[in-house]
């Protein structure tokens, strides 16, 4: 091998190795925007789930407080 090709065969590693780590960080970004996408859904459906839970709980807890009253004091 000449100087020539040992020029070109360092700069096709070099490439190859630069498209290989873009490639790889590339893929490890799409993951964690999925994880962190997922985390979002998540919590959203928690909020959900509480303000749901909350707008059941106060007329029940309404009615008990009514039903309570009306008996009067002991």
Known sequence: MT???AVVV???GASLLTAG???GLEL???RWNQKRANADRLREACVQLN???LLF???VHAQQLTAVYRQGLD
């Open 21 to 23: 780590a873009t490639f």
């Open 57 to 59: 709980i106060f007329p």
């Open 51 to 53: 303000s749901h839970a």
């Open 10 to 12: 360092a700069a096709l």
């Open 28 to 30: 490890w970004r799409e």
């Open 3 to 5: 100087n020539t090709w």
